[in-house]
Each structure stands twice: as structure tokens, then as C-alpha cells.
């Protein structure tokens, strides 16, 4: 049975393939979280993402350059 920590090594795999080198996401509160439900959550986000399922922030902030 694939887990979610598993499903989310084998996709880091498959972009690393690809060129990504680091990721990061910042866990809010680490003492309700479990590492299989953080998983599960980044899977979430990952496929929403794969679907076209986001959007693009733009914040008008022209100290920041691109």
C-alpha cells in the first residue's frame, strides 16, 4: 500500500528528474500536524496544481522585480 509520504517521494523523484533542486514548506502548527497528513496535504496542493486548479498572486508591489 503507497502512503502519502510515499507517493510524495516518488513525485519529488520524478522533478527532480526534471531540474527542481529544493522545496520548501513552512508547517503553522507542527505539534497538530502528522507527517502522513502534511504528505497528504502537499499531494493536494501538487495535483490542484497539476490541473490548472491555481492562480497567479499579483500584489502591485513594484519594490520587488521579477
Known sequence: MKTE????AE???A???TGVVDVKF???NIA??????ICGEINALLVAREKGDNAALVF???T???
Open 5 to 8: 509520504c510515499t507517493a510524495l
Open 11 to 13: 513525485r519529488f523523484n
Open 15 to 17: 522533478l527532480a528528474e
Open 26 to 28: 513552512f508547517i503553522r
Open 32 to 37: 497538530e500536524a502528522t507527517v502522513e497528513v
Open 60 to 62: 502591485e508591489d513594484e
Open 64 to 66: 520587488i522585480s521579477a
